[in-house]
Nanobody, 123 residues
Framework: QVQLVESGGGLVQAGGSLRLSCAAS????????MGWFRQAPGKERELVAA????????YYVDSVKGRFTISRNNAKNTVYLQMNSLKPEDAAVYYC????????????????WGQGTQVTVSS
């Protein structure tokens, strides 16, 4: 059974930082692309960042480029999202997801999901 468990969310002031982690089990982690999605109330879920199976390629939505960094440690079956210079518009539930390697940068290619972690940014 595949499990993706996020941690690291919370409340932070605008301009602050958070680091999200996602621990994966039940899948061959190094064979999957990994992504972080977010969904704010009343908005569609969006792919924020993604990383290929080996970590050599990454994708970021324009609104987070230069502020967020996705990384992975295949030895620990964990993917991270470092979020710096947070803005109120970054507030959302953040979800970790896994996709077969060929679909790592395809927002519709993700088939395993975590439960989500709340990120709140105060202005």
């Amino acid at each position: 059974q595949v499990q993706l468990v996020e941690s690291g969310g919370g409340l932070v002031q605008a301009g602050g930082s958070l680091r999200l982690s996602c621990a994966a089990s039940g899948l061959t982690f190094s064979s999957y692309g990994m992504g972080w999605f977010r969904q704010a109330p009343g908005k569609e879920r969006e792919l924020v960042a993604a990383i290929s199976w080996g970590g050599g390629s990454t994708y970021y939505v324009d609104s987070v480029k230069g502020r967020f960094t996705i990384s992975r440690n295949n030895a620990k079956n964990t993917v991270y999202l470092q979020m710096n210079s947070l803005k109120p518009e970054d507030a959302a539930v953040y979800y970790c997801a896994a996709a077969p390697s060929a679909y790592w940068n395809n927002k519709n290619g993700y088939n395993y999901w975590g439960q989500g972690t709340q990120v709140t940014v105060s202005s």
